[in-house]
């Protein structure tokens, strides 16, 4: 099955600087990666989506680029705010439905 | 945040007992999931259901059981066969058609072994 591994776990940076997180897959299979966020307390939720037909998808402060060859891929955010300060987790999965998590990389911005 | 809901939020359980979590959802979706949290593990699916009366173990069925009698419901035993159940649970929904689409959580149950 899908394992995906996810880096850095920790990641500490000061307001107004960029933040990027990396996942690897290992499904070559996998056609759909989301990146959740999950504040203190509450459940996660949706940040962006990409699909393997695009190599890239930008929301404002948030993009995700995607490599299919090396079968990975990544969350950045610029402009960091306090506000961003969270557990983001990635994921990967095949049209059957069964998503597979990364363990998650709590980001903590610094004002 | 409404839509899936999850019920209890806290839920104690001595050891030997089984204890359901309750999961339901006024979305209109297809599929269904338990994930399981752990500090530092992300989420672990246990299982999933992609229609009703149907469902597949995830990666850590061992010691769970679950029923899909109902779209809307999707509820989740926690037997005594499973080892160290203190954890928090979360389900998922979303909709299918053939491709994944993104999955809305519910709010989750935090199950403490006493």
């Known amino acids: 099955g899908e394992n995906v591994e996810q880096h850095p776990s920790t990641l500490s940076v000061q307001e107004g600087d960029s933040a990027v997180i990396k996942c690897t897959y290992s499904d070559s299979a996998s056609n759909y990666f989301p990146w959740y966020k999950q504040e203190l307390g509450k459940r996660p939720q949706l940040i962006i989506d990409?699909?393997?037909?695009?190599g890239e998808k930008k929301d404002q402060r948030i993009a995700v680029t995607l490599n299919k060859t090396a079968k990975h891929f990544s969350l950045h955010i610029t402009e960091t705010q306090p506000e961003d300060s969270a557990v983001y987790f990635c994921?990967?999965?095949?049209?059957?439905?069964?998503?597979?998590f990364g363990a998650g990389t709590r980001l903590t911005v610094k004002p | 945040d409404g839509g899936i809901t999850q019920s209890p939020k806290y839920l104690f359980r001595k050891e030997g007992q089984n204890v359901t979590l309750s999961c339901e959802q006024n979305l209109n979706h297809d599929a269904m999931y338990w994930y399981r949290q752990d500090p530092g593990q992300g989420l672990r699916l246990i299982y999933y259901s992609q229609i009703v009366n149907d469902f597949q173990k995830g990666d850590i069925a061992e010691g769970y059981s679950v029923s899909r009698e109902k779209k809307e419901s999707f509820p989740l035993t926690v037997t005594s066969a499973q080892k160290n159940p203190t954890a928090f649970y979360l389900c998922a929904s979303s909709v299918t058609g053939g491709v994944q689409n993104e999955q809305f959580f519910g709010p989750g149950t935090r199950l403490t072994v006493l």
């Open positions: 990409i699909r393997s037909n695009v």
């Open positions: 994921a990967a999965s095949r049209n059957n439905n069964d998503m597979r």
